[in-house]
């Protein structure tokens, strides 16, 4: 009976140790409270509470949280943009109490905090600015949120600009601009290279040219020193320098003529073109050389009497 007795006062006091018992997971604290005033903050782990009496109000996770707000507002330039930020938060253990009982809706309040920031921030900045810029505004709002959120518990870990649309018309014409930028460039490119063709090309044809006149002035060197040698021989054949120049050109004539017929293709005439044109060719050089000799040897003898 003495058993039976213990057992029966046993099993109610066991009972309410299996009520009080609950567990807290890692990374989250509950908040315990006493007839609705509170009482403790539990840490993660096995914890116990008076059953009836002490109740749970409410857990509160200390894991990074990320809200995402997106933000209408105007630019210096009058463009209406969204940008979507992003906020990382987390609750300070230290400060657990005040997170829970000192704001109903956090994530509102923070919410306000970006409108606020943003709007004051962007419409200061065009709308390329914004682009470039969009750490700065990200530093900002994370600066403002984090001092005005401290006192509620809460520690701002960072802020982003994840996303920046202005209106549709505006993107096609930024789109429009960018396509005529490129065009541009991609003439000017164009443009330079065309122009060191023309350089280059004119280089080359003038080093061509460099190198033909050269090329023809040792022609005419050789030839010259072939016609000299060419007469010496002559001389000494009993033929006078004048029958020996004529002969000279009239060979480079037929020559000529040689050259031209080994060509099946060639279209010229020479005129006059008879058996007699060299006859008398050569005999009109013959004449004109010894004309052109009297009249130097007059011209010397009139400057040595002078």
């Known amino acids: 009976m003495l058993v039976v007795s213990n057992l029966i006062y ?19 604290t509950a908040i315990v409270e006493r007839f609705g005033k509170f009482l403790s903050i539990r840490q993660s782990g096995l914890q116990f509470k008076i059953p009836v009496i002490d109740k749970i109000s409410g857990r509160v996770s200390l ?3 990320q809200l995402d707000v997106i933000v209408e507002t105007k630019t210096k330039d009058d463009v209406f943009v969204q940008l979507k930020i992003s906020v990382q938060f987390q609750i300070l253990r230290e400060k657990v109490y005040d997170a829970f009982y000192k704001l109903q ?25 914004v682009f470039e810029k969009k750490d700065d505004i990200a530093l900002a709002i994370q600066r403002e949120l984090k001092q005005a959120m401290l006192d509620y518990g809460y520690d701002i870990v960072k802020a982003l600009v994840t996303d920046i649309d202005p209106d549709a018309q505006v993107k096609e014409a930024m789109n429009r601009i960018n ?33 033909q006149g050269m090329g023809i002035a040792d022609q005419r060197r050789e030839i010259a020193r072939g016609l000299e040698e060419s ?47 060299a006859s ?27």
């Open 10 to 28: 046993l099993v109610p006091i066991v009972i309410l140790v299996f009520l009080g018992l609950f567990t807290v997971k890692q990374q989250t």
């Open 63 to 65: 894991k990074i949280q």
């Open 105 to 129: 809706n956090p994530h509102d309040q923070i919410t306000a905090y970006i409108f606020d920031t943003v709007r004051a921030e962007v419409p200061k900045m065009k709308l390329d600015d």
């Open 179 to 211: 396509a005529a930028e490129r065009e541009k460039l991609a003439a000017q490119f164009e443009g330079d290279a065309q122009r060191i063709l023309i350089v280059e090309r004119a280089k080359a044809e003038a080093e061509s040219k460099r190198l």
């Open 231 to 277: 007469v010496d021989v002559l001389n000494k054949a009993g033929i006078n320098s004048q029958e020996a120049s004529a002969l000279i050109v009239i060979t480079q004539h037929y020559d000529t003529l040689q050259s031209i017929g080994s060509d099946t293709n060639s279209n010229l005439i020479l005129l006059p073109n008879n058996p007699n044109a």
């Open 280 to 306: 008398s060719m050569l005999n009109d050089m013959v004449t004109s050389l010894v004309a052109a000799n009297k009249i130097n040897e007059s011209s010397n003898k009139t400057k040595d009497k002078n």
